[in-house]
């Protein structure tokens, strides 16, 4: 009988490590009760997500302290309400090792020692879009950043920190040539392009899915997502849907 328990007691010394570690790397893709939906692989709020989002106590879904409005297979759209005063220095939360602001993106600066070229637009042309702020009266210059000619897919952090402008007001995704334009639509929502850290992974990729890859504009280093073939629907992704026939692409999650 002794004999017996000692050998119960080392067996279970020997699988419980492995209970703990697999319990840690489960992934929490739900966020309070707010959200009916879950995360799209690999989102989710927990160490075990391999992007990790956060999770309010009202059940929002934030990167820092801005809110989550859509997930899609390549991209994050992020709201950056009008604020004054808000530090450039912010937008740092937004540059992570599995996601970036793409060169889609304006970036609404104030408090700049010298005017930014060459979107720079005048408050009136985007008074009428959203609300400005009291800090932003109608003779003030809201300067512009965007990167040079839309060169590469990322927008430079260093760079845009080094344009000598104190203060972030707010951004947009919008067609670089329309920046000129009276028209331009200012929703104060920035893109962001998402991706998975390493080299090519068909072993994670399904069965009728593409592996693309790229290099991380935060530390150079490989990058890569799945992507299903033409004429196949799902997210490419082993662990999650993979890909299967079909005519019409999922809903992206919001």
């Known amino acids: 009988m002794i004999i ?6 080392l067996c279970l010394l020997c699988i419980l490590p492995s209970i703990l570690v697999h319990k840690s790397t489960r992934c929490n893709r739900s966020c309070g009760t707010v959200l009916a939906k879950n995360l799209p692989f690999p989102f989710g709020f927990s160490s075990g997500c391999q992007i990790l989002l956060n999770c309010t106590t009202n059940g929002t879904m934030v990167i820092h302290d801005f809110p989550v409005q859509q997930i899609t297979s390549d991209s994050i759209l992020v709201k950056i309400p009008a604020e004054c005063g808000c530090p450039v220095e912010t937008l740092q939360h937004l540059f ?4 970036a602001p793409t060169s889609q ?3 609404f600066l104030q408090n700049c020692t010298s005017p930014l070229t060459p979107c720079e637009i005048p408050t009136t042309t985007v008074q009428t879009h959203f609300e400005l702020p009291d800090c932003v009266s109608k003779d003030n210059i809201i300067s512009c950043y965007s990167e040079p000619n839309n060169q590469g897919l990322f927008i430079d952090y260093h760079n845009l920190t080094g344009v000598q402008c104190r203060s972030l007001l707010s951004a947009t995704v919008v067609s670089l040539g329309n920046l000129n334009n009276s028209a331009v639509l200012v929703d104060q929502v920035v893109q962001l392009g998402w991706w ?3 080299d090519c ?9 593409s592996c693309i890859t790229n290099v991380s504009p935060i530390d150079g280093r490989p990058e890569y997502r799945c992507q299903c073939l033409e004429g196949f629907i799902g ?3 082993r ?3 993979g890909c299967r026939k079909g005519m019409f692409q999922l809903p992206e999650f919001i």
């Open 105 to 107: 993106n304006a970036i």
């Open 239 to 241: 662990a999650a849907l």
């Open 96 to 99: 992570s090792p599995n996601y």
């Open 201 to 209: 992974q068909y072993q994670y990729c399904s069965e009728d899915s």
């Open 4 to 9: 017996k328990l000692h050998s119960l007691i």
């Open 235 to 237: 997210d490419g992704y």
């Open 196 to 198: 998975l850290e390493g």
